[in-house]
């Protein structure tokens, strides 16, 4: 019986186990029809999680206009997700977001930025899984 208890107590630290990996976008265009340019930049956080049913990933993304946080949220888990953000020189904004794997631990994450609908930019971003 004691073993049981051992065996249980083990699998559950297993299930507690996180790695996070942060990666920045580099913004492929920087086109906008407002009244003063803007610098679209973003980031993932992906966390790795292992546990009972084996290993699965949460990635977050968050987008900045001028270094100031306007899109984030959850990609689901095969990587796609429509994120809608806080307004922006009172235009609404949102992201598209899709991945695709390049390896057997990597991933490329597209995102495409809207403003009141229209296309912005598109920002590419590598991903790499630790361990």
């Known amino acids: ?21 942060h990666i920045t976008a580099h ?3 920087r086109v906008s029809q407002l009244t003063q ?3 679209i930049t973003g980031k ?3 966390v790795l999680r292992s546990g009972i049913l084996g290993k699965s ?5 968050f987008i900045y206009f001028d270094d100031v946080l306007h899109i984030t949220g959850k990609l689901d888990r095969t990587g796609f997700g ?5 307004s922006y020189q009172d235009k609404r904004v949102s992201s598209s977001c899709n991945s695709r794997p390049t ?3 990597t ?3 597209s995102c495409i930025v809207f403003i009141d609908s229209q296309r912005v930019t598109t920002l590419v971003m590598d991903t790499k899984r630790n361990k």
């Open 1 to 21: 019986m004691k073993n049981v208890y051992v065996c249980i107590a083990s699998l559950f630290l297993a299930a507690c186990t996180t790695h996070h990996s």
């Open 27 to 29: 913004p492929q265009a």
């Open 37 to 39: 340019p803007v610098n």
């Open 44 to 46: 993932v956080d992906q």
């Open 57 to 61: 990933v949460t990635s977050t993304v």
């Open 82 to 86: 429509e994120l809608p953000g806080i």
């Open 103 to 105: 390896g057997p631990r």
């Open 107 to 109: 991933a490329e994450l």
